[in-house]
Structures are given as structure tokens and as C-alpha cells.
């Protein structure tokens, strides 16, 4: 390792949205300490299917100063106030996971104690019209405000994000330089000295960052750090993307709906719209999958469908050597709830955090490994969830989710759940309190109890207070312009 080595040049390998995320973050925060350079090949494609994003994603683009209607405009974006599920917890059910607060707690108990007491009182309001998100969502609405008042993410196009994000870094003293990687050089010490590139151009470095995807060609295939298979708790392995012409309005949410052995996505754009088709090839075949995908899309096919593979899990360590991996080559969840985009965001800022100037210890390594771990296993129990909390037993996919064993930090949050209506938000934890109890209630989950603070209130006390909650928040949503009208003139894109 290269320890009492000061660091002076940082080289990406590979771009797509994790290199060039990379690659805007440090070069306009710190590329007047560092040299940074970013390798790719036009020859190479990229998956470019991360087309539905997160709230933090906001963060990082206000940390990068990146103009948002200028982004928007860019990447034909559109808003997301969050999801909607179709036939999770059984066929025909629907719920939304929206990004927004939910009620009104107290010190002592969280809102879904408050809105338990209510429904053992007859006060049988579905929980979502206790959150703005929600209700915006489901009037087809949405402006942004000043004072925060909506939390909303986008839909975008990768392939324009990256474009954005290079000229972005190019802009910022970023040194591009197009070709293949053909071998990795090593130090003595097993530290990466320099990729070197079929033309032959050796391109040296003093710490690498791997974005070469699901090939890992530093991490894994140079420096052997194993992976560690999650496929036995999220057993799809395949996804099927394809992109149409749009033929209704954007709504501000994405749409995800469970099918026979695994889900299919349909994310508007301001042009188009990306449907996908994410299995388990245990339970459906390849071409299977694409007649499903085919069956349930709408407007003229704009692509032609290609099935991606794919391994859940996570790399033993996201930092080995002087070499950090982000983005496919780190791990991969899958994309029910839009995280990869945002690990690799924060896999960036966090290094940004412990960037080691002066040399690599391995306490930074170690600490930078802990933290990158504990994030993504919390993302991994929160996409097991709507696996596994179902009631469908109608096909054998949805018969093994069901029954599979599931991590003891998830089963922890579910019995205290189910028993007492508890729910929690550690610190290193990306979903809020309100996302799991949004999803635990979506998919059929009744807590035997729950907190008993609010019985002291009277039944009118009781029925007022919910009630003028869910009246506040109708109001302002029914206020909001349709989205549709508002991208329009907001941010409306001429590509």
C-alpha cells in the first residue's frame, strides 16, 4: 500500500454515470489539489439504464453548484415524488412509497402510533393521504418550492447524464483520454501503477477508482477482491431495458409493477418513456421476459430490447490498495427503489471526506469500507422487504420469496414492526422512517399494537386533529400546477 506517498493524481477507469459522477466531483472540489483523469472507450457501452433517481441526488448537485433547470433541460428529466406498486403484497394491490414527511408525530411516538389509534377508532383514511408527496402524486402535480416544502427526485436519461457530467468535468480541468484498457500494471507491493491502453499510451496514477462495471478489471480481475452473492435473498438476475415514445403526459412518479417472477418499471421522461422488465431466469426464461415486457408497453418501440445479467451482492471491500470501487464494480442491489445512482454519489463524497493527501493507512481504508458495507446492506433489507413481506403464492417465484430466509437485521425490523408498530432510521441509513412504514402498511403488514400516548385524546379530539392533517395537505396538493404543464415551462427540453 501506498503509505507516506502524498497523492497527487487520481485516474478513473471507465466512465458512464459512475466515472463521470466521479469525475465531476473531484475535479470541481478538488481538482486544484489534484490531477484528475478519467480513461474510457467509445467502444465499450454502458449499461445505462439508471434512469429514475433519488432526493440526495439533489444534495450532490447542489454541493457540485449544477444549475438545475439547466441539468433538467440537458437530460430531459422530469420530476419523481416516488413510487407507485402495483400487485406487491397480492395481485391488484396498489400503494406509493412517496419521498415526503407523513403526519404529525409526537416526542414520544412517531405518526403510524397516531394513525393506528385512529383506525381502531373507525378513522379509516389510507396512510398516504397523510403525506403532500403522496397526494401530489396521485393529482398528477408539482412545483418546486423555496422553503423545501416538496421532496422530489428525477427521471432522466442516463446516457444524457453522463454527456452533462463530462462537459461539466472537462469544464473543471477534468483530462479525458479515449481507449481501451488492455493490461493494469502493479507495484511490487500488489499497489495498481498505471493502466496501459491498447494503443499502448501508459496512463499512471497514485490512486485509482474503478467505474468498469460489472468486469471490475481493478478490483477484481487485478487486485482479486472477492464478491460476496446475494442472490439467495434477491434472486433476479436479469433485467430487459427498452425506451418508447410517449404517449400520455409525465407523471412525477415512477411505476413499478410485480409480475410472475419479478417486476417491470415505467419511468417518464419528457419525450420518452423507459420500461424494463427485471426477472429471475430460475423462473422465467429470457424470451419469456421479453414477450411480457412487449405485451405491457405503450407507444412506438424506440430500442430494441436487450436482456442484461447480473449477480446481487457486494464486493468483500469497496477500497483495496490504493484502488476504490464504485458503481457496478462495487455491488449492485438491483433497481426496485432507484439506489444505484446515489451509492455511488455517496461512495464519491465519502472519499472526498477521507481523501488521504498524504498518503493511504489502512484506518482510512478500513473506516471507508465499514461505512460503504453498512450503507449498502441497509439498502439491501429495505429491497428484501417488498420481496418478502407478501402474501402472493401464486407463482413459484413469488412462493420463494415468501418462505426464503432473510438477513436477521431485516427480521430484527420486521418483529418489532409487527408487534409494536416500531420503526427506526440509523444514522448511515438512506430510507427514512417513513419509507419503511409506507412499504411495511403497502404490503399488508398489521402491527399487533402500538404506542398507546394518544388515547388520552378524545374520539372528536382524535377525528379533528386527523382529519384537518389530511385537509392542510389536500389543499396545498390540489393547489399545485399538473406536472406535465410545469416541466414545460420549468425546464422543457429541444432534444
Avoid at 454502458?46 to 444534495?59: K, L, N, Q, W, Y
Amino acid at each position: 500500500m501506498l503509505q507516506n506517498n502524498k497523492i497527487k493524481k487520481v485516474v478513473i477507469a471507465g466512465g458512464g454515470t459512475a466515472g463521470w459522477v466521479a469525475a465531476a466531483a473531484l475535479a470541481k472540489k478538488l481538482g486544484t489539489l489534484l490531477e484528475v483523469t478519467l480513461v474510457e472507450s467509445d467502444q465499450i457501452g454502458t449499461v445505462g439504464v439508471g434512469e429514475a433517481t433519488i432526493p440526495p441526488m439533489r444534495i450532490f448537485h447542489s454541493l457540485l453548484g449544477i444549475d438545475e433547470q439547466e441539468f433538467m433541460r440537458a437530460t430531459e428529466a422530469t420530476f419523481k415524488l416516488g413510487i407507485s406498486f402495483k400487485n406487491w403484497g397480492q395481485v391488484g394491490d396498489q400503494y406509493f412509497h412517496p419521498f415526503g414527511t407523513t403526519g404529525q408525530g409526537s416526542f414520544l411516538a412517531d405518526f403510524q402510533h397516531f394513525y393506528l389509534h385512529g383506525k381502531s377508532r373507525g378513522i379509516d383514511a389510507p396512510f398516504a393521504e397523510y403525506c403532500l408527496e403522496a397526494q401530489a402524486a396521485k393529482l398528477d402535480k408539482f412545483a418546486t418550492s423555496k422553503n423545501g416544502a416538496i421532496n422530489y427526485a428525477y427521471h432522466l436519461d442516463a446516457t444524457r447524464y453522463a454527456k452533462y457530467l463530462r462537459k461539466f468535468s472537462e469544464s473543471h480541468g477534468l483530462q479525458r483520454i479515449e481507449g481501451k484498457i488492455q493490461q493494469v500494471q502493479q507495484h511490487t507491493s500488489g499497489d495498481i501503477k498505471a493502466l496501459v491502453l491498447e494503443s499502448g499510451q501508459i496512463v499512471e496514477g497514485d490512486l485509482f477508482i474503478d467505474c468498469t462495471g460489472f468486469l471490475g478489471l481493478l478490483i477484481e480481475k487485478t487486485l482479486k477482491v472477492a464478491y460476496e452473492d446475494w442472490t439467495h435473498w434477491l434472486p433476479c438476475d436479469s433485467a430487459i431495458p427498452l425506451q418508447t415514445a410517449s404517449v400520455v403526459p409525465a407523471v412525477p412518479y415512477v411505476t413499478c409493477t410485480a409480475h410472475q417472477a419479478g417486476w417491470q418499471w415505467h419511468i417518464p421522461l419528457q419525450h420518452r418513456v423507459g420500461n424494463g422488465l427485471v426477472y429471475c431466469s430460475e423462473f422465467q426464461t429470457d424470451e419469456d421476459a421479453k414477450q411480457t415486457l412487449l405485451n405491457n408497453i405503450q407507444g412506438e418501440i424506440l430500442t430494441e430490447p436487450r436482456v442484461i445479467k447480473y449477480q446481487t451482492g457486494r464486493r468483500k471491500a469497496f477500497w483495496s490498495k490504493n484502488c476504490i470501487a464504485l458503481g457496478l464494480s462495487s455491488g449492485f442491489v438491483e433497481p426496485l427503489e432507484s439506489t444505484s445512482i446515489y451509492l455511488f454519489m455517496n461512495g464519491i463524497v465519502r472519499l472526498m471526506r477521507m481523501f488521504p493527501f498524504n498518503g493511504i493507512s489502512q484506518y482510512i481504508v478500513d473506516e471507508y469500507n465499514n461505512q460503504s458495507i453498512e450503507e449498502i446492506e441497509n439498502v439491501r433489507d429495505f429491497i428484501i422487504l417488498h420481496y418478502h413481506a407478501t402474501d402472493r403464492e401464486d407463482s413459484e417465484f413469488w412462493r420463494y420469496c415468501k418462505n426464503m430466509q432473510i438477513p436477521d437485521s431485516l427480521a430484527h425490523r420486521l418483529e418489532l414492526f409487527k408487534h409494536n408498530a416500531n420503526a427506526f432510521q440509523g444514522e448511515r441509513e438512506l430510507f427514512r422512517l417513513e419509507s419503511w412504514t409506507h412499504v411495511m402498511f403497502g404490503q399488508g403488514i398489521k402491527p399487533k399494537s402500538y404506542h398507546q400516548i394518544f388515547s388520552t385524546m378524545s374520539d372528536q379530539e382524535l377525528s379533528t386533529h386527523l382529519a384537518n392533517i389530511r385537509r392542510t395537505i389536500a389543499s396545498a396538493a390540489d393547489k399545485l400546477p399538473q406536472h406535465a404543464s410545469f416541466v414545460g415551462q420549468y425546464c422543457r427540453s429541444e432534444n
